[in-house]
């Protein structure tokens, strides 16, 4: 039987796809990296200077609060109709020693039972000295508000006992420079519960600040 000699065959490679050439990073992604890496650093620097600087200043946010009231008049017809009129004093006050302290968007509204009866409005900015205070003093007078019975017995119920409630709720804005930290805003709330006694219209001291919120 002949024998059938195998030939030694040349191994073809794959052929090679990749490129010989160097791909070269262009200048301008080298500049995009450089000025992001800047942009970062001085976010971080910022950021930690602002940090001790109010650490170190301890910039005192502005406030606002009740510091007086009177209740000067209070009707109630037999059909369920309220009127009220009071003086209510409410102070802006400034504890920061290095900057003045701007108010503005002041608005308040006094509700009875469930009821907004009258709102108060300072109609223009205003500004407080540092380490000062602004006393803003609002006159009450509301329209005849018709109550419904559960209200009108509410009514006779806080006049019989001789103790009247109202909530008054509202806000300010102020805006004050602290040194290297600029310009800072804040918004002071207020949510308080007024008390009078009806009988003399005195009205009976309670804290209410927007330090307290």
């Not at 017809?77 to 009220?84: A, C, F, P, Q, W």
């Amino acid at each position: 039987m002949p024998k059938i000699e195998l030939s030694n065959t040349t191994k073809v490679m794959p052929p090679n796809f990749l490129s010989s050439l160097k791909r070269h990073t262009r200048p301008l992604i080298w500049m995009a990296g450089i000025i992001c890496a800047t942009i970062a650093v001085a976010v971080i620097i910022a950021g930690i200077v602002n940090f001790i600087g109010y650490v170190t200043i301890r910039p005192t946010v502005p406030s606002i609060s009740v510091t007086y009231g009177h209740l000067d008049r209070i009707r109630n017809s037999r059909i369920g109709l309220l009127e009220v009129q009071m003086k209510i004093v409410v102070r802006a006050e400034n504890q920061n020693a290095r900057a003045q302290a701007s108010f503005s968007h002041t608005d308040f509204v006094l509700i009875f039972d469930g009821i907004e009866i009258a709102s108060l409005m300072a109609h223009r900015p205003f500004k407080v000295n540092k380490m000062s205070y602004l006393d803003l003093h609002f006159l009450v007078e509301s329209s005849a508000i018709p109550l419904n019975p559960m209200q009108m017995q509410h009514l006779s119920w806080s006049l019989n006992r001789n103790l009247m409630q109202f909530d008054l709720k509202g806000s300010s804005r102020t805006r004050w420079r602290v040194g290297v930290l600029g310009p800072l805003k804040f918004w002071c709330h207020l949510n308080c519960r007024l008390r009078f006694y009806p009988r003399n219209g005195s009205y009976i001291p309670a804290p209410c600040s927007s330090k307290d919120k």
